[in-house]
């Protein structure tokens, strides 16, 4: 036989991790072992069917946007623009992910109550990643490593060694 269609391999549509990170000197999230220093955020796989399906849903949206800009045509001049705000496509995934990828956290609080842990909720978890972007980018790696197992599979693999 020249090619093997293969099962393809079942993803972790409803898995949960604990994430540990802490702020490094660059001002970035860097994931790191739990300590006292550090905070936590608690990520979903990225197949989580409802997942996927707002996110359609939101590149649905921008098509629609773009059509009606005319984006990609050769009429498409930045006068077809209409003057009005348009969310941005970052806004959109940045509530998607406070939504759906990241569903609580640890260790953060908020400058009017410093100390005291925060209660979760997606609009001070949009504030966080607007305020350090990088645990957007830190919840999407571990959401897509969620679903494909990544963590079980490199452990399997230990095991054979």
């Known amino acids: 036989m020249g090619i093997t269609i293969a099962k393809k391999p079942e993803l972790d549509i409803s898995g949960e991790r604990w994430v540990h990170f802490k702020v490094g000197h660059d001002g970035l999230a860097v994931k790191c072992d739990k300590g006292p ?3 936590s955020i608690l990520v979903a796989s990225i197949a989580n069917p409802i997942y996927k399906s ?3 849903v939101i590149r649905r949206h921008l098509a629609a946007l773009n059509q009606q800009a005319g984006v990609g045509t050769a009429g498409f001049t930045v ?3 209409p003057d ?3 969310e941005t496509d970052d806004d959109l995934f940045i509530d998607l992910a406070a939504k759906h990828l990241i569903k609580d956290w640890q260790g953060i609080d908020v400058e009017e109550r410093p100390g005291e842990p925060a209660k979760y909720t997606p609009q001070l978890c949009k504030a966080l990643i607007e305020q350090l972007p990088s645990i957007y980018f830190l919840a999407l790696r571990t959401a897509l490593d969620i679903a494909k197992r990544i963590e079980e599979q490199a ?3 230990a095991e054979k060694q």
Request: proline content about 0%; hydrophobic content about 40%.
């Open 79 to 81: 006068d077809s623009i």
């Open 84 to 86: 009005v705000e348009l």
């Open 155 to 157: 452990q399997a693999t």
């Open 54 to 56: 707002h996110q359609a």
């Open 37 to 39: 220093d550090t905070a």
